[in-house]
Each structure stands twice: as C-alpha cells, then as structure tokens.
T-cell receptor, first 115, second 113 residues
Framework: AQSVTQPDIHITVSEGASLELRCNYS??????LFWYVQSPGQGLQLLLK??????LVQGIKGFEAEFKRSQSSFNLRKPSVHWSDAAEYFC?????????????FGRGTSLIVHP | EAGVTQFPSHSVIEKGQTVTLRCDPI?????LYWYRRVMGKEIKFLLH????????ESGMPNNRFLAERTGGTYSTLKVQPAELEDSGVYFC???????????FGPGTRLTVL
C-alpha cells in the first residue's frame, strides 16, 4: 500500500531564510508526487507535481521539489521564505483509480514564519 | 472563474443527528471528489464522481455516509446518524478530466458532540 511520511509536524523559520520540508513516500511503482498548501480559510492549492522527466520540479510561488528515487523522497524547498508562506503543507503520492489520480496524503507540516 | 465552494463552512451537531454537506464544483468539471481529514491525521479519499455516476467509493467509511450528485453538478454528502468519530474537515475537489489537476474547496469543519 502507498503511504507518505512527513516527519516534521511544525517547522519555524525566519522570514528570508531558506526552507526545506521533508517528504518520504512508499509506493510500488513509479510514483506520481504532489505538494499542496493550505492557507488559513482556503482550500488546498497544488504547488507542484512530478509525473516523470526532470527530477527537479518547479512550482508556483517560488517553490521547487526534487524527486530522489534512491531515497524515496520528494522534499520541498524555497530559497527565501515570505511571511505569506505561513500555512500547512501536504505531500501526497498518487495512485490511479479509473484513470484518475487519487492522492494519498501525508499528515501535513505547519510552517510558522517569524518576522 | 469561481473556485470550488462548500457549504456550510462549519457545522456543529449532536451525536445521532443528520448533517448534509454541499459541494459546488468548478463549472464544467465532470470529476468531483470527497476527502476527509480527521484531526491530526491524513487527508483521506472518500469517493469520486464522474458526472452523476460514482466512479470509486472505496473510501466511504460505512453506510451512514451517502453521497449524491444529481444532474452531475453539485454534490451532497449526508451523514446519518452522525457519530463522534465523524468529526473532521470534509474537503471537496473537482477536475475537468480524469488526470487533470484537482482543485480543492475550503472544506467543511464538522463537529459531532
């Protein structure tokens, strides 16, 4: 069965500092991988996704993630965090159901940004 | 383009009562999904509609949960009778095609007392 582990429940960084959120997955085949963000009062927004090809994926809002098959990881990074990045971040691995990608989510990492 | 909307945003009910959650997908999106997040745990898939048909309902926890999508537009998720363990945030998402990006609504926070 597929699963996702986000080992950090909370991460605190200073504004302007770099960020890396960890994600490890378990999946029997080549995974489809996603990062979502949920800001307070908002729905989940897709930051980026990996289906195949280049293992370094660029997303919205200046985020990127790198797929490392040998480590079963898909860590999310941002070189300089802004206060508006404070939110909850979810990593997900996608299986398919009738052709649709149904993500299996991790428990989420809450990002706190200090001024 | 309006996003996915969900109503209500919050619902507090007593054990044994009935609650109906509503989701309005993005116009033109044939695919509609329901997910649930119990506090502190993962977001879990409940079911998937293609238009008005249930494509996959493997995540529905039990027969107290009934989802409908009459006419292939909005969807409702009814919990009857509600139990304490049903508390959580219920998310709806929609996509145009099967493999297209899913757009999520803000969720309905359900509290069962």
């Amino acid at each position: 069965a597929q699963s996702v582990t986000q080992p950090d429940i909370h991460i605190t960084v200073s504004e302007g500092a770099s960020l890396e959120l960890r994600c490890n997955y378990s999946y029997g085949a080549t995974p489809y991988l996603f990062w979502y963000v949920q800001s307070p009062g908002q729905g989940l927004q897709l930051l980026l996704k990996y289906f195949s090809g280049d293992t370094l994926v660029q997303g919205i809002k200046g985020f990127e993630a790198e797929f490392k098959r040998s480590q079963s990881s898909f860590n999310l990074r941002k070189p300089s965090v802004h206060w508006s990045d404070a939110a909850e971040y979810f990593c997900a691995v996608g299986g398919t159901s009738g052709g649709s990608y149904i993500p299996t989510f991790g428990r989420g990492t809450s990002l706190i940004v200090h001024p | 383009e309006a996003g996915v909307t969900q109503f209500p945003s919050h619902s507090v009910i007593e054990k044994g009562q009935t609650v109906t959650l509503r989701c309005d997908p993005i116009s033109g999106h044939d695919n509609l999904y329901w997910y649930r997040r119990v506090m502190g745990k993962e977001i879990k898939f409940l079911l998937h509609f293609v238009k008005e048909s249930k494509q996959d309902e493997s995540g529905m926890p039990n027969n107290r949960f009934l989802a409908e999508r009459t006419g292939g537009t909005y969807s409702t998720l009814k919990v009857q009778p509600a139990e304490l363990e049903d508390s959580g945030v219920y998310f709806c998402a929609s996509s145009r095609g099967l493999a297209d990006t899913q757009y999520f609504g803000p969720g309905t926070r359900l509290t069962v007392l």
